[in-house]
Every structure is written in structure tokens, then in C-alpha cells.
């Protein structure tokens, strides 16, 4: 048994590319906590699980999801029923095939994108989160070094925070799910760009329309689309809950309606607002960068650059100096706030408690014009 394992341990030190590919696929390995923060990133972000045609529907016309066609570099299987992803994903997507037709020479194959839920397959988690529209599919490839060079890009990504992938198979599949804040931030990065533009709308950001199908309630219609049924009422002209099959509504978007996931961001930022921000931070099990990054109102940029760190990998335990911390209970760290779709100034300057004024100051900003994805600094004086 002894000779056995020396003689497997010389094979590896011999072939690092052994060794390494023996890691990467074990990275690859489906797991629980995988779905779990698979889960996890779907609700930080505010998305919606469509439970069936109508809901993708309504998600395109808010422009959650765009369709997603085959270019020179990767192509949509023939018989994907709903050939549709967010932004975020066909950002991914054209770049990641770019990549790797460069590679290897073949096109990526895209295997399934946005599922609702009544068309998930008998073996789907009840923790999927296709239904969401930042999961899809890719083939597994026959050419070896196809293979090698998508596994280790899916493993290099995973570990960087910006998705999760896992090769399944049955049927053999790459499983990735991406995490679009971080992945935005990692393009950003490299590019020395904003890609603001490639920013899906979350609940309650923009507005629409809905036509009402069998089984649907005012209450279930308010919850699918992050509002409420008073909302609903108010800017549908409605005196009660009473709705009919084929009615079409009006969503409200914006300040209309109280997205779950908008009430969720402005109590974090609330909470980071009036308290003192410490001077450093223990990273937690599940921590990211990009989420430590939201809950002191700071960037991952800020963090990388004080912290010394090149990529995204943090590891639990592991203490982080926060920009801006007092450290002993002082005043609260300055806030940044990154400018989402359907925002203004008024709006930005309410949910932290201070004027525009005092917002175009701190910015240089000689007018009220913010474009989604800027990043504003919200001074500490005025929370």
C-alpha cells in the first residue's frame, strides 16, 4: 500500500498539470452550501423566481432578462425553450466564449438558461435558482482541452466570488451560476470601464405591466413583483382586491412601489449609517468581499486597496481594515452608494438622511444628473 501511494504521490510532483486538474474538479463537486449561496445571492440582489410563462414574460418586458443568441464564439442549443438570461449573464457569456474559442478553438455550447418553475426538470433542487434568470448551462465538451481550459477559467472565477459552478451528470452539464454585483465589479476591474449598462433591474426598480393569469391574487401579483397590494390598488384605480383573468396592470416602479429587496438595502444602509463603523473586521463563514463591502457602505476596491489584496479570496477568520473606521466608537465612516436605475439625487439624499446639496458638494457635482453605476459619496457629517 506504502509503494502504491509513493508511486501515485511521484506521478503527481511529476505532472503538476495532474495535480492541478485533480483540484480544479474537485472544486467543481455540487455541494449544499453551494446552493445555499447560490440562494443566498438571489435574494441579496432582490431577484424574482418566475413560476411559469407569463412571469419570464413580464421579466423581459422590465428588462430583468434579455434573450440570448449564438454569435461566432458560442451558440444556444437548438431546443432551449426559453433562450433568455439577465444582463449580467450575456455579459458573461460573450465574454467567457470569446475566451474560450480563443483557447481551444470551438464554440461554447449554451445548454439551458432561465427555467420557471413548472418547467424545472424531476431532478432539479428545490433550491435551483434558474427560475431567477443568473443560472445556465454549458456543454461539457468531447476535446480534453476544451475541457481543461473551461474548468480551470469556471475555478479561477469561483474562487475571485463572482459565481458558483459545479460539473454535473446526468446529464454532464456545467452547472454556473452568476453572482452579477461582484461579477460588474470584477469586469470593472480588469476593463478600467463601468458597465452599468449591463445592470439588471431589481424588484421595484422600474415599472411595467401585467396581464393577470388563472390562480393570480393581488396579494401574489404584489409579492412576485417586490410591491404591495396598496400600491397595486393605488395606480390600477382599484377600490378592493377583486382582479380578473386577462386584466392587465400597471406595475409600479421606482418610488411607486416598496421593493422587498430596496427595503432590505436601505435598513443595511440605515443601520451602517447611525452606528460607528470599525476600524477592522473578522471575516465570517459565507463573508465575500462584495458583501462586507455593502454592509460598511464602502467598495471592494476600497478593501483590496488597504487591505493589500489582489484578487476577491478572503478566508474566514482573516481581520480587515475597513477605510474610514474610527475603530473606537467615534464618528461613523464615510458611505458610498452606488447609483442604481430609476434613482435621483432627492431620492439618494431621503433614504441617507441628508440634502442634495450636501451630496453634489462632497461629489463636485455641479448638477442633479447621476447615471446608474456611479458611485457617490455620502458624507458621515450629514448621517
Known amino acids: 500500500m506504502d509503494r502504491i501511494l509513493r508511486f501515485v504521490l511521484v506521478v503527481a510532483l511529476a505532472s503538476p498539470t495532474l495535480l492541478v486538474s485533480s483540484l480544479e474538479a474537485a472544486s467543481l463537486t455540487p455541494s449544499r452550501p453551494g446552493l445555499l449561496r447560490q440562494v443566498r445571492a438571489a435574494r441579496d440582489h432582490g431577484f424574482a423566481y418566475a413560476q411559469h410563462d407569463a412571469d419570464v414574460r413580464a421579466m423581459l418586458d422590465r428588462g430583468a432578462l434579455v434573450r440570448i443568441t449564438g454569435d461566432a464564439n458560442h451558440v444556444v442549443k437548438w431546443g432551449v425553450s426559453q433562450p433568455y438570461a439577465r444582463p449580467e449573464v450575456k455579459l458573461f457569456v460573450e465574454r467567457l466564449s470569446a475566451q474560450y474559442r480563443g483557447a481551444c478553438g470551438k464554440r461554447l455550447v449554451v445548454t439551458s438558461l432561465v427555467r420557471p418553475k413548472n418547467r424545472q426538470p424531476r431532478n432539479a433542487s428545490a433550491l435551483s435558482v434558474h427560475p431567477t434568470g443568473m443560472a445556465m448551462d454549458l456543454r461539457v465538451s468531447e476535446y480534453a482541452s476544451c475541457r481543461r481550459w473551461l474548468e480551470r477559467a469556471l475555478v479561477g472565477l469561483e474562487s475571485r466570488g463572482v ?221
Open 163 to 383: 459565481l458558483e459552478a459545479a460539473r454535473e451528470r446526468y446529464p454532464p452539464h456545467y452547472h454556473v451560476v452568476l453572482f452579477p454585483d461582484q461579477y460588474l465589479d470584477y469586469v470593472a476591474q480588469k476593463t478600467g470601464t463601468q458597465v452599468a449598462a449591463h445592470r439588471s433591474p431589481r424588484l421595484g426598480e422600474t415599472g411595467g405591466s401585467y396581464r393577470v393569469a388563472r390562480g393570480d391574487s393581488l396579494w401574489s401579483i404584489a409579492r412576485r413583483f417586490g410591491t404591495t397590494t396598496s400600491a397595486l390598488q393605488s395606480v390600477n384605480g382599484l377600490r378592493g382586491s377583486a382582479i380578473r383573468i386577462g386584466q392587465v396592470l400597471t406595475i409600479p416602479g421606482g418610488g411607486g412601489g416598496t421593493a422587498v429587496a430596496a427595503v432590505a438595502a436601505v435598513a443595511t444602509t440605515s443601520a451602517a449609517s447611525t452606528a460607528a463603523a470599525p476600524a477592522t473586521y473578522r471575516v465570517q463563514r459565507g463573508d465575500t468581499l462584495w458583501s462586507i463591502a455593502r454592509r460598511f457602505g464602502t467598495t471592494t476596491a476600497s478593501l483590496q486597496g488597504v487591505n493589500g489584496l489582489r484578487g476577491s479570496a478572503i478566508r474566514p477568520g482573516q481581520v480587515l481594515r475597513i477605510a474610514g473606521g474610527s475603530g473606537g466608537g467615534g464618528t461613523a465612516a464615510e458611505a458610498s452608494y452606488r447609483v442604481r436605475r430609476g434613482d435621483n439625487l432627492w431620492s439618494i439624499a431621503k433614504r441617507h438622511g441628508t440634502s442634495t446639496r450636501t451630496i453634489q458638494r462632497a461629489n463636485g457635482l455641479r448638477s442633479s444628473r447621476i447615471k446608474p453605476g456611479q458611485v457617490l459619496r455620502i458624507p458621515a457629517a450629514s448621517r
